[in-house]
């Protein structure tokens, strides 16, 4: 997805090696949803680069210097539910003071098409840098709407990350919102005729919360 300039694809090896660990139908929830969890953290790290830092006088044990902290109350976490709620501590072991919201989307199995159905957002989101994260980034049907959802209500500054994505989803979404970076840790095949990431992990939902 070279042509994309705000898809950035991670080439890690400790993701890799996690990966295959989380893809493997083997992987019981407990370790599931840890995976999830540390590969969310690795990816934060790496997509914070460029987060905006302000001066602060510091008193060390010899003298004072001046420092650079991320602003307080500067970063948002938005799960998309229910899978991006797996996602959320692994940003928190950053940003242990993050404000969450959430958006709630459905995907109508016939049309395949997403449905706002919740969304409620912390106050003054729209001066905040917004995480917007789901594991799955399959057609790219629900990231859109979540993101449209977020620039409705005055979201300026948004970073949508996803553990696995399909070609078609990165796509659809970089198209729309190619003002928006998308953080993927691995970018696979593609969909399957019922829109389902190939080779993918299953449903990141369901494996999270044991409800299949």
Do not use: W
Not at 14 to 26: E, M, P, T, V
Not at 127 to 134: A, Q, S
């Amino acid at each position: 997805m070279e042509q994309y300039k705000n898809v950035f694809i991670f080439d890690h090896p400790l993701i890799k090696h996690k990966i295959s660990i989380l893809r493997d139908k083997n992987t019981g929830m407990k370790e599931f949803r840890e995976l999830i969890e540390e590969i969310t953290t690795i990816m934060t790290y790496e997509s914070m680069r460029d987060v905006e830092l302000v001066p602060v006088e510091v008193e060390t044990p010899l003298e004072a210097t001046t420092q650079y902290r991320v602003a307080e109350d500067s970063i948002a976490i938005v799960p998309i539910l229910r899978a991006g709620l797996g996602m959320v501590n692994g940003v928190h072991k950053v940003f242990p003071t993050a404000k969450v919201g959430h958006i709630g989307m459905y995907r109508d199995e016939k049309t395949l098409e997403p449905h706002e159905y919740y969304c409620k957002l912390p106050e003054g989101i729209e001066n905040k840098t917004v995480f917007l994260i789901d594991p799955m980034l399959a057609t790219g049907g629900s990231a859109c709407d979540a993101l449209n959802a977020l620039k409705k209500r005055g979201c300026k500054k948004i970073k949508l990350m996803s553990i696995i994505a399909a070609p078609e989803g990165i796509k659809t979404v970089a198209d729309a919102h190619p003002d928006v970076p998308v953080y993927v840790s691995t970018l696979d095949r593609g969909l399957n005729e019922h829109g389902y990431i190939l080779p993918g992990l299953g449903d990141a939902g369901d494996r999270l919360y044991g409800t299949k």
